[in-house]
């Protein structure tokens, strides 16, 4: 049974970096069979997709966050990193790692739990 | 970026009804979506994927239908666990876009 679980701090302040991490259990970050990825849903709204990565090297962001976000992976602990720089208190939300099948079947059909992450000074 | 528009925003029903949610993507997605269901406090479910693949383990009373642009999702009796908020998603081309959610709540 494949988990993932997001791990990080809940409270960030204004123009610092938010980072998180999301462990992998039952699966390997290193499958060609997935894409790894983040979703964030400030409290109360919708779901934003922020970005993924695929084996291990190949990146695609939201260009609403692009050029404040990167997601990077250790193949060798399977976990994938998330990190928004620069935040604002529109960064506030619960933040999801989640798996991605590949190709023609795709969806996200494993999710972490959430952390919420609060932008605060 | 392609938009997803799901109607209704909110329906209330009863136990034993049968509904029907729809999502209209801005351009032709083909079969690329997928629905999620989400409780409070809880992360998102994946319900039915390729629009109308349903997820191992999810109950037979959920079915999802469409290609293109127009697609639906239908609870065909509704059980007390189905009051939630459900998601559609496309996965056709990046970046990944969910609609805006319709609120399932007892009436």
């Known amino acids: 049974q494949v988990q993932l679980q997001e791990s990080g701090p809940g409270l960030v302040k204004p123009s610092e970096t938010l980072s998180l991490t999301c462990t992998v259990s039952g699966g390997s970050v290193s499958s060609s069979s997935y894409y790894w990825g983040w979703i964030r849903q400030p409290p109360g709204k919708g779901l934003e997709w922020i970005g993924n990565?695929?084996?291990?090297?190949?990146?695609s962001y939201n260009p609403s966050l692009e050029s404040r976000v990167t997601i990077s992976v250790d193949t060798s602990k399977d976990q994938f990193s998330l990190k928004l720089s620069s935040v604002t208190a529109a960064d506030t939300a619960i933040y999801y790692c989640?798996?991605?099948?590949?190709?023609?079947?795709?969806?996200?059909?494993?999710w972490g739990q959430g952390i919420l992450v609060t932008v605060s000074s | 970026d392609i938009q997803l528009t799901q109607s209704p925003s909110f329906l209330s029903a009863s136990v034993g009804d049968r509904v029907t949610i729809t999502c209209r993507a801005s351009?032709?997605?083909?079969?690329?979506l997928a629905w999620y269901q989400q409780k409070p406090g809880k992360a998102p479910k994946l319900l039915i994927y390729a629009a109308s693949t349903l997820q191992s383990g999810v109950p037979s009373r959920f079915s999802g239908s469409g290609s293109g642009t127009e697609f639906t999702l239908t609870i065909s009796s509704l059980q007390p666990e189905d009051f939630a908020t459900y998601y559609c998603?496309?996965?056709?081309?990046?970046?990944?876009?969910f609609g805006g959610g319709t609120r399932v709540e007892i009436k």
């Open positions: 989640a798996r991605e099948v590949y190709g023609d079947y795709a969806a996200f059909d494993y």
């Open positions: 351009q032709g997605i083909s079969s690329y």
């Open positions: 990565i695929y084996f291990g090297v190949s990146t």
């Open positions: 998603q496309q996965l056709n081309g990046y970046p990944v876009t």
